[in-house]
């Protein structure tokens, strides 16, 4: 058998269409849960200062992480905000 299935691979239904990579620019990771965030489509920012760098924004993945975030920034690496 040499039976070929490229072609049912491609079509197959793809789990992440969103394809986040940690490692694009475009993308970050939510501090409070682990889940990647789209820059350009996150609705949940902050302004917070990331270590001795300065003022950065993080984003969450929903308004329940950003709280859980703000109730305990220490928590989650974030000494003061
Ligand atoms: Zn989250």
Known sequence: MTDSNDAEVQNALDP???HLDENDPNVARDPVCGMLV????AQNTMSAPVNDKGVGT????S???K???EANPAQYG???L
């Open 63 to 65: 308004p329940d992480c």
């Open 58 to 61: 993080l984003y969450f993945c």
């Open 78 to 80: 974030y000494p003061s």
């Open 38 to 41: 789209d820059k350009r489509t």
């Open 16 to 18: 992440n269409p969103e």
């Open 67 to 69: 709280a859980l975030f």
